[in-house]
């Protein structure tokens, strides 16, 4: 026990050693910490006059807890001095603890209402900095303060819509190629609110096909879409359900749940129904007539009704009308034609522009400073561009055909482009223009585009086992020279496979071969290829001898 007695007066010892003034200072350096952490969290937009009375405020109270730590030795050495000169036989120690005591709080009272009076000052300050800089804002803009900020923001994807729109359709070079019906659909567009521009372009920007309403979820556009849709109806530029008649296509908007129940509804299976099963029986179900079109003479009996309760249970649609899209796809399409033809999916590219244009703006992106320079004209008319638009759709139905291996569709889209270049190539004012422009524009023209696209489909022809098609085909494009010339090495090496190992014709596949070599278009890859044909010809057919034009042909420079 007196070994605890002594620790614990040591320890009281120690406590009583340290000096008040540094206690003291150590609360003053805590107040301070506590001002600048305040002042932090205050944001002045003017930052001048609140800045400059929060520091005074703070000098004070700073002033003031100095001349507590400073002051009160010397007022406790008065009062001792005092108290044994005159009143040593009536103050007690305990009633000169308890001056000390009431001296203390009151200081401590005085830093607490400094410290509040700060804070009210800054909050107030802050307040009135920002209502200030509120009404200057909307002062400038037009704009009343009392409404949010949130009403007034426009999003990026509607910013670079309206750039695009405005710079091709300001440009006196770009805008003939547009007509007063596409002017007006873009004024329309215009004329509709924030909400339903946010929504149309949205979209504008997803697949092109029937979007059910309540599956919409947009909610920095509004909460509920319904109305924002009915406004989009009425401009024309959406359709509604009401323009969906077709019973498969609806069936393909349904959930398979929903589908599943209907033909079960309607006894049409037994047993548990994959979508694909259900669908097929209800179209099967659909072309039977019911008993009262069999009395009222009607055609559509069983359809129209099934029709209608699978339209009540989708519920309402919209689709974004195909006069319209054209139109902004045009727009965007002529506003950046290199990037339109980087991708295959147009969706793609509606996409890709308006978030590099965001990429550009936030400075994700930097480009060179450069100077338009448009000394030749690209699209003569709104023809040309109709034309180019169709080719980049025909690029895309031929990928997309092939993705799924589904040649007979690839083999369509064939002989369209065929029978749509074979027209571009008759006009022959279209071909003198063609022939005009410098080599880096034609790619960007329709033949140059529908010639690809026949580049392409060789593969498609090949799946088919069309090889003597395919052959002709690879001739027809060695003999123009207006389009893609970049790609007739390929074409000379395609075109000698075919001879060889299908049609089994050495001599002409020797005879493709030496063109393919004097060509100089075809570049290094395209001639080893061509002169290891030719060596793997001389060792079948050994009966070919190997003739001189082979050792006098020129060596292209590379």
């Known amino acids: ?302 359809a129209h009704l099934l029709l209608r309760k699978c339209k009540a249970l989708l519920g309402r649609c919209v689709k974004v009308s195909h006069v319209s899209k054209e139109v902004f796809g045009r727009i965007v399409m002529v506003f950046s034609i290199t990037n339109t033809q980087m991708d295959d999916n147009p969706q793609a590219d509606n996409i890709n522009q308006l978030y590099q244009l965001l990429m550009a703006k936030i400075g994700e992106v930097l480009y060179h400073p450069y100077t338009v320079k448009r000394d030749s004209q690209l699209f003569r008319n709104r023809k040309d561009v109709i034309r180019y638009g169709s080719a980049l759709q025909c690029e895309d139905d031929l990928a997309t055909a092939m993705e799924k291996k589904n040649f007979e569709r690839g083999f369509e889209v064939y002989t369209h482009v065929k029978m749509s270049l074979k027209e571009l190539v008759e006009d022959e004012n279209y071909m003198s223009h063609i022939r005009g422009l410098p080599d880096h524009l034609v790619r960007f023209t329709a033949g140059a585009m529908y010639t690809r696209v026949l580049s392409q489909a060789i593969e498609v022809l090949e799946k088919l086992k069309r090889h003597g098609e395919a052959s002709t085909q690879l001739e027809s494009l060695l003999q123009q020279r207006d389009f893609c010339l970049h790609h007739r090495g390929r074409w000379f090496d395609r075109l000698a496979l075919h001879l060889d190992y299908y049609l089994k014709d050495p001599q002409k596949c020797l005879d493709v071969i030496l063109r393919g070599l004097s060509d100089s278009y075809v570049r290094t890859g395209h001639r080893l290829s061509l002169y290891q044909r030719a060596q793997r010809v001389f060792t079948v057919y050994r009966y070919i001898s190997e003739p001189r034009e082979f050792a006098s042909l020129p060596k292209r420079q590379c």
């Open 1 to 302: 026990m007196d070994g605890v007695r002594k620790r614990s007066k040591k320890r009281q010892f120690d406590e009583r050693s340290v000096p008040k003034s540094e206690t003291n200072g150590k609360r003053m350096q805590s107040i301070t910490d506590m001002f600048h952490r305040q002042r932090q969290k205050i944001r002045d937009p003017y930052g001048q006059a609140m800045n400059s009375t929060i520091c005074a405020t703070h000098e004070e109270l700073c002033e003031m807890e100095r001349n507590k730590v400073h002051l009160r030795p010397a007022e406790e050495m008065a009062l001792d001095g005092q108290s044994n000169a005159q009143v040593h036989d009536t103050i007690d120690s305990g009633d000169l603890r308890r001056s000390k005591t009431e001296n203390q709080s009151s200081n401590e009272q005085k830093c607490r209402d400094a410290v509040s009076e700060v804070k009210g000052l800054g909050k107030s300050t802050v307040q009135a900095g920002v209502d200030q800089a509120d009404s200057e804002q909307s002062s400038r803009s037009g704009v009343d303060p009392q409404v949010s900020s949130d009403s007034v923001q426009v999003p990026y994807y509607l910013e670079n819509f309206n750039l695009i729109m405005s710079v091709v359709l300001d440009c006196a070079v770009d805008r003939h190629l547009f007509n007063m019906q596409d002017i007006s659909i873009v004024e329309t567009f215009q004329n509709l609110s924030d909400s339903a521009k946010k929504l149309y372009i949205r979209l504008f920007v997803r697949k092109h096909a029937w979007l059910s309403v309540s599956k919409l979820e947009y909610p920095a556009i509004a909460a509920d879409l319904m109305p924002v849709a009915e406004e989009l109806a009425a401009s024309g530029l959406v359709l509604t359900d009401t323009e969906l008649t077709d019973l498969k296509e609806v069936l393909c908007l349904l959930p398979g749940p929903a589908v599943c129940g209907l033909a079960k509804e309607l006894r049409l299976g037994a047993g548990s129904l994959s979508k694909s099963t259900a669908t097929e029986a209800l179209l099967r179900h659909s072309q039977k007539p019911s008993i009262r079109s069999m009395f009222q003479g009607t055609k559509d009996g069983t």
